[in-house]
């Protein structure tokens, strides 16, 4: 009998459990330009109602956005049978799969702080380029920049041409406020599938969110952050690292090399391409509240075939006589 041996591709997963904070609002800033009237069922015109809509998954299900990746970029054309999902360390059973290509709502969030040097200012102009090589007509973004306090420089747009090309380097570092309001802004986005791309070289020194707050928000929101830190891994790497992993995003280290960080661009675009849904009923059936821990592997093709694998590293569990005022994630989403 053939023997037959299957490595995987594996999420790396830590698994914490948070202490949910009352979530003061946000410092005020400017980000009032014309997003009045938006939302799913507006779009941009000519928008998605062109792609097809996953079916509607059932309620009692925990859904999952997983992103998977090779050297070449997004790895299309796997079919459930290649996944598996584990929760706490327990194998589940897959109900629900989906390979999403749907159009991509993206929120840009630039540094523009004193700590931004040449290198790093000239560097940050080459990602929103990079990015927006590959985008379809469907595609939309926007651009927040953060000094003094964060700025939406770019409103939601389908138009590559208005990134900007200058950025300041004056002013405080309000990282967490810029990050926080750009996720807020998602909730204006007219595409299912939501990101935002942090890109910066030092860490927060604003008086608005704090780190908790961040990620207690972070974690609720149908939002993947991502982040480019050209500090070299000294960007607030725990909180960046720790957006990353709840929101099923990715943390990338670099310099302040232009080539290296329009490389990481250009990567991220290509694996963001196409992701796949994943839902499964747990076998968890405790109504407790409590974060429990995901990881999901996929096998390769060949053992030569690395594969890069990222989703969100939890979820909260629906917890008994929940209210509607509950603050309790109940699907993962």
Do not use: C
């Amino acid at each position: 009998m053939r023997q037959f041996r299957a490595t995987w591709g594996i999420v790396t997963v830590t698994v914490l459990t948070w202490t949910f904070l009352s979530i003061s609002s946000p410092t005020q800033t400017q980000l009032n330009p014309s997003q009045q009237g938006r939302g799913a069922t507006g779009g941009m015109p000519g928008g998605r109602g062109a792609s097809v809509e996953p079916p509607v998954p059932a309620e009692d299900l925990v859904l999952l956005t997983v992103t998977v990746a090779d050297k070449n970029g997004a790895v299309t054309g796997l079919d459930k049978n290649r996944f598996q999902v584990l929760e706490d360390g327990v194998e589940q059973k897959i109900a629900y799969f989906w390979v999403d290509s749907r159009p991509i709502s993206v929120g840009f969030v630039f540094d523009g702080s004193s700590a931004m040097t040449d290198g790093t200012n000239e560097a940050m102009r080459e990602v929103g380029p990079a990015f927006l090589k590959s985008k379809t007509a469907d595609d939309e973004y926007f651009v927040i920049v953060f000094s003094d306090a964060p700025a939406m420089v770019v409103a939601y747009t389908n138009d590559a041409k208005l990134m900007p090309k200058v950025f300041p380097k004056t002013g405080e570092q309000p990282l967490y406020d810029a990050i926080y309001n750009g996720i807020d802004a998602m909730k204006e986005a007219a595409n299912p599938r939501k990101v935002v791309l942090v890109v910066t070289a030092a860490g927060d020194n604003g008086k608005g969110q704090t780190d908790d707050q961040l990620i207690n928000y972070a974690i609720k929101q149908p939002v993947q952050v991502y982040s480019i830190d050209m500090g070299g891994g000294v960007a607030a790497s725990n909180t960046i690292d720790l957006l990353a992993s709840v929101t099923g995003g990715r943390a990338y280290v670099s310099t302040d090399s232009s080539f290296l960080v329009e490389n990481i661009a250009v990567e991220l675009a290509r694996a963001l391409k196409t992701q796949y849904l994943i839902g499964y009923k747990s076998t968890n059936t405790k109504m407790d509240g409590h974060r429990r821990g995901v990881k999901v592997k996929v096998r390769p093709a060949s053992e030569s075939q690395k594969l890069t694998v990222w989703t969100k590293s939890g979820y909260y569990s629906r917890k008994e006589k929940e209210t509607k005022s509950s603050n309790t994630v109940a699907t993962g989403k």
